[in-house]
T-cell receptor, first 112, second 113 residues
Framework: KAGVTQTPRYLIKTRGQQVTLSCSPISGHRSVSWYQQTPGQGLQFLFE???????NKGNFPGRFSGRQFSNSRSEMNVSTLELGDSALYLC???????????FGPGTRLTVL | AQSVTQPDIHITVSEGASLELRCNYSYGATPYLFWYVQSPGQGLQLLLKYFSGDTLVQGIKGFEAEFKRSQSSFNLRKPSVHWSDAAEYFCAVGTGGSYIPTFGRGTSLIVHP
């Protein structure tokens, strides 16, 4: 099976812009989670989608949003970008309730 | 809610030396336990996992971990470290109630030649 894929791998934006990141889970996986990773804050959970519904949400402002499509592919959107949004955004998929997650390579977002 | 503590932010070892990375968790029942490794700028790769049964689990790249219920620990070990093991290591705990594990802050492993 192909692994989790994320596009794009690298992105440079300026403050105030918005960005959309994409994640394709492993075939058959219905749960997709998003994480933000920064040197200062570590790995922080953004949200999780399961069968097109947001099931869990972390403590992030409303500028961060996501959705999941019927084929389980997921997108996350960040509006009105701030410098502090510069981070590695990781997507992970899972197919069962044992919390085992499979991670993609991440999207490196730089906000200038 | 469950929590995970990785007490060591950085660990430095010499190549060929043994390694032990510590992980302590807080959860009332038997959790699902994971160790992940992350190379710079990459995603997380699963090293090993514990769900039930034998408390000593073997993983990839020569790593093993031991679940000790009495100490609420799941320490990662390797008998002989290679320079390529230099990376960030994350311990995670899940409870099965959702698909989302809780991650520790990570331990950065530095390997000296």
């Amino acid at each position: 099976k192909a692994g989790v894929t994320q596009t794009p791998r690298y992105l440079i934006k300026t403050r105030g812009q918005q960005v959309t990141l994409s994640c394709s889970p492993i075939s058959g996986h219905r749960s997709v989670s998003w994480y933000q990773q920064t040197p200062g804050q570590g790995l922080q959970f953004l949200f999780e989608y399961f069968s097109e519904t947001q099931r869990n949400k972390g403590n992030f402002p409303g500028r961060f949003s996501g959705r999941q499509f019927s084929n389980s592919r997921s997108e996350m959107n960040v509006s009105t970008l701030e410098l502090g949004d510069s981070a590695l955004y990781l997507c992970a998929s899972s197919d069962r309730g044992n919390n085992e997650q499979f991670f993609g390579p991440g999207t490196r977002l730089t906000v200038l | 809610a469950q929590s995970v503590t990785q007490p060591d932010i950085h660990i430095t070892v010499s190549e060929g030396a043994s390694l032990e990375l510590r992980c302590n968790y807080s959860y009332g029942a038997t959790p699902y336990l994971f160790w992940y490794v992350q190379s710079p700028g990459q995603g997380l790769q699963l090293l090993l996992k514990y769900f039930s049964g034998d408390t000593l689990v073997q993983g990839i790249k020569g790593f093993e971990a031991e679940f000790k219920r009495s100490q609420s620990s799941f320490n990662l070990r390797k008998p002989s470290v290679h320079w390529s093991d230099a990376a960030e290591y994350f311990c995670a705990v899940g409870t099965g109630g959702s698909y989302i594990p809780t991650f520790g802050r990570g331990t950065s492993l530095i390997v000296h030649p």
